[in-house]
């Protein structure tokens, strides 16, 4: 072990040319740091669960096709209607599966989708169910 006993009282040093470091930068120095940068951040994703897409039967469908069919006749009575369907995800394969309740705007043939007066859409390809009260007074289960 080293004698400092002849430095210990000397007074302590103060650059004349270089400004003195506050005490946030000198602590920043020794902080610890990411070494792999989105690394946290790509765990994360590889973990998150996606579900695959369910192919509606051709009974299913049928139905579907004729609810839009009923909500294009009342469309203008603007009915409340509940959604279930599909939503890719942006990142990876597959995606999941919300429910959008709102009055039913318009439904725009050419996009194919369901546009509600709140200005969210829904396209028609990725609708697995559909229901709403103007639906259940007009459709029986194919008794109509």
Request: proline share 3%.
């Amino acid at each position: 072990m080293k004698d400092y006993s002849r430095i210990i009282n000397l007074p302590h040093h103060v650059s004349q040319s270089h400004p003195q470091m506050s005490v946030a930068d000198r602590a920043a120095q020794f902080s610890s740091f990411a070494a792999l940068k989105g690394h946290g951040e790509a765990i994360e994703e590889a973990a998150r669960v996606t579900q695959g897409k369910v192919e509606l039967t051709e009974d299913e469908q049928a139905e579907l096709d004729v609810k839009l069919g009923i909500l294009g006749g009342v469309l203008q009575q603007k009915p409340q209607i509940t959604v279930t369907y599909f939503k890719p995800d942006e990142v990876k394969s597959g995606g999941s599966y919300l429910k959008k309740t709102g009055r039913l705007a318009k439904i725009d043939y050419y996009r194919r989708e369901l546009v509600f007066e709140d200005g969210a859409s829904v396209a028609v390809d990725c609708i697995t169910e559909l229901f709403g009260e103007a639906l259940d007074r007009l459709y029986d289960g194919g008794n109509y």
